[in-house]
């Protein structure tokens, strides 16, 4: 799916595409139209996901976490795609930090599961559809050898004991994930929200710290503003490896457009296969 395709399906949805503007393209196309935003999925198998992430919001709604609210109470399939609806937030106020998000993961964190089913947390069930997407761009060495490295991780991952009870966690718990309004920081795409371990949120900031130049000092802010380092739990290097392959994995999706994709793919599969964990990657 390119821009080209995903305002074919913003008109079939009878949403008008002149002065739309494209804020994303990476798992859905993410637009802006009017006070609405618009996420557009990129295949019909993302529709629950995308009920999901509906039901959601409606549920930090009712428990009072600020978080993106839908414009619709369900997700569409329109010509093969999931669309979702979402109301528009205003322009940030400034540029969210650590600090923001883990005061709202602590918001999260202390949450009931909701009254829906939740999946767990599966962070490595995207390698096969990504590497189907990117077909013959990845070499098949290359494919076999992120296959077993995720086969590696998803066992390693599944005999551990976590350090924080079990609970809803957002998934991909980012400083890009939040907006700051004037009313005060909010989350955004909620896709990935799961039930499972609470640690999984915590291991992405040490991956920014790791992989994609977070300053040792922002990384403080996070750790103490949550009240925790998820570095003093064992387990964590196995988290942080498995997030680490599954943004790998993902970026070969967009190699067969983007030359510079295509150069950040190539040397994320060189640092992991030589296991180097020094090397800087560059965020897409």
Known sequence: MDEARAREVLAAAGVATAGTELLALGENAVFAAGDLVVKVGRAPELLARAAREVAVSEWLAAAGVPAVRAAEPEARLVSGHPVTLW?????????????????????????DPPPFTLPRRDLLGGVDRWLRLAG?????????????RRDTLAAAAADLVPHLPPGPVHGDALPRNVHVTPAGPVLVDLETFSVDLREHDLVVMDLQRARYGLPDA??????????????QWPGSAVLRAARELA??????????????ARTEFHHRVNTLRTSDTASTWHAF
Request: proline share 9%; hydrophobic share 40%.
């Open 87 to 111: 109301h528009r937030l205003p322009p940030a106020v400034r540029p969210a930090g650590p600090r923001d998000l883990a005061a709202l993961l602590r918001r999260v964190h202390a949450l």
């Open 136 to 148: 013959d761009a990845v070499s098949p060495a290359d494919a076999a050898f992120l296959r077993t």
């Open 218 to 231: 922002s990384y403080e802010d996070f750790t103490a503003t949550y009240g925790w380092d998820v570095r």
């Open 247 to 260: 943004g790998c994995t993902w970026l070969s999706q967009h190699i067969r457009h983007s030359p510079t």
